[in-house]
């Protein structure tokens, strides 16, 4: 599966975005989809993750309450809605993909994703 990451791009503190992250190759419902971010000198860290079945979540402690991870099967894309924005979270985001065969797990780790899109900077200013 191929993924491409878009959305990002300049936005005030307090401001909000939405990251999209269209899958083709195969249907993105056959697979858990994560978002995950990156600052240069830092590894790459856990952002949202959704199951298969739409329903199961997860979220990193520092975004829980302001950013929401969601898919639409029929445009096999995964969203990450994210509001009240701060500079701490200025990043490259990522989303990447999973098969796995039960429908509600979800995946923290990166080394859990075998399939990854290309970025899109996300920056927030002060």
């Known amino acids: 599966v191929q993924l491409q990451a878009s959305g990002g791009r300049l936005v005030q503190a307090g401001g909000s975005l939405r990251l999209s992250c269209a899958a083709s190759?195969?249907?993105?419902?056959?697979?858990?989809m994560g978002w995950f971010r990156q600052v240069p000198g830092k590894e790459r860290e856990f952002v949202a993750t959704?199951?298969?079945?739409?329903?199961?979540?997860d979220y990193a402690e520092s975004v829980k309450g302001r950013f929401t991870i969601s898919r639409d099967k029929t445009k096999n894309t995964v969203y990450l809605q994210m509001n009240n924005l701060e500079p701490e979270d200025t990043a490259v985001y990522y989303c990447?993909?999973?098969?796995?065969?039960?429908?509600?797990?979800?995946?923290?780790?990166?080394?859990?994703?075998?399939?990854w899109g290309q970025g899109t900077q996300v920056t927030v200013s002060s």
């Open positions: 990447a993909a999973a098969w796995r065969s039960h429908s509600n797990v979800v995946l923290t780790r990166t080394e859990s994703y075998d399939f």
């Open positions: 190759g195969r249907a993105n419902s056959n697979y858990v």
């Open positions: 959704i199951g298969r079945n739409g329903i199961n979540k």
